[in-house]
């Protein structure tokens, strides 16, 4: 999976500088004409790794058009907006959805690369977070109902007797399944297990 600049404008001059400026600097760089068309390379049977640098004003879809699309679908790329208009409430609009960036034109190369930079950086460690959350949910599936009931009482800090008390078990069980839980799930104390289920 290639970790690319993905550049959508409209006038080819720009992209093509862009693109010179992007691959000069050492990035994988992907350009598109158009929304539509990079909409439709979503589709692809690859996810879209990397950050995503959008055109303010383009048609048929504007960029602000385009993000909306990337947020109902969930794409979870760093966003860049582009504008050379100044548009300061198209500004704040974009980034209250959740855009990374709103850089005015005409901008400055090495400040546009270092966004850039930034940008990669924030989704590695998104993907990073991703891809630990569907870890422990694997972990966290693989455990029984019963083993289940145990870990949540056993994260809330109470003593084996208390959950053989509540559960109707004996203490021996008890220390047997928090046993197994801690194994299924890497984590050595009740503090950790409760920790791990704080990020889930």
Excluded at 52 to 59: A, N, S, T
Excluded at 156 to 182: Q, S
């Amino acid at each position: 999976m290639t970790i690319a600049v993905h550049l959508v404008d409209d006038e080819a001059p720009v992209r093509d500088a862009l693109e010179f400026l992007f691959v000069s600097h050492g990035f994988a760089v992907r350009s598109y004409p158009d929304g539509p068309t990079f909409l439709a390379a979503l589709d692809g049977p690859t996810p879209v790794r990397g950050c995503i640098l959008l055109d303010v004003r383009m048609e048929p879809l504007s960029g602000l058009q385009v993000h909306d699309a990337l947020v109902a679908r969930g794409v979870p790329v760093p966003v860049i907006f582009l504008s050379g208009h100044g548009d300061i409430p198209m500004a704040v609009e974009a980034l209250k959805k959740g855009a990374f960036d709103f850089v005015e034109k005409p901008f400055g190369d090495t400040a546009l690369v270092e966004r850039v930079r930034d940008a990669l950086v924030a989704e590695a460690a998104q993907q990073q977070r991703l891809a630990e959350g569907d870890a422990r949910g694997a972990k966290l599936a693989g455990l029984t109902p019963r083993e289940q009931d145990v870990m949540h009482r056993v994260a809330a800090g109470k003593l084996n007797k208390v959950i053989a008390d509540e559960m109707h078990i004996a203490m021996r069980t008890v220390e047997v399944y928090r046993a197994r839980v801690y194994a299924k799930l890497g984590v050595r104390s009740s503090a950790e297990l409760a920790t791990l289920l704080a990020r889930t």
